[in-house]
């Protein structure tokens, strides 16, 4: 029991950033979503998909850190810092994924430019 009580802390901590991070992968679901049109079947398959990963996330935080040993302040904790992120830095996130994925198309399109120029043969 004593060894239970001791980590409690280091529990609450990887609760807090486990719950980021999944709130971050919806982010990721949520910006694949719009990449592709608002396609409602993508929607509904990221959704299922996103909330698999959290699950798994979740167990695996508690598995790992509290041994298997679940109580409901871990789900309370994981879950509003979860809702936090998504409420609070989930835009920033999205905004920096999009600069990132806009500058890796731009350098792609640089680099297919420069291929099509060296692939003419004069005549």
């Known amino acids: 029991m004593l060894g239970e009580t001791l980590s409690q802390p280091l529990i609450f901590l990887m609760l807090i950033l486990f719950g980021f991070s999944s709130g971050i992968i919806f ?24 909330a698999i990963i959290v699950f798994l996330i979740f167990f695996i935080c508690i598995f790992n850190f509290n041994f298997g040993e679940l109580r409901f302040y871990e789900f309370l904790v994981f ?24 500058g890796f198309v731009k350098l792609v399109n640089k ?4 291929g099509k120029k060296h692939d003419k043969k004069p005549s």
Request: aromatic share 22%.
């Open 79 to 102: 879950f509003t810092f979860f809702s936090l992120e998504r409420f609070t830095i989930g835009k920033l996130v999205e905004k920096f994924i999009g600069l990132c994925y806009n």
């Open 27 to 50: 982010d990721i679901c949520n910006f694949i979503w719009k990449m592709s049109k608002n396609n409602k079947i993508l929607k509904h398959f990221l959704d299922f998909f996103g």
């Open 111 to 114: 680099i297919n430019q420069r």
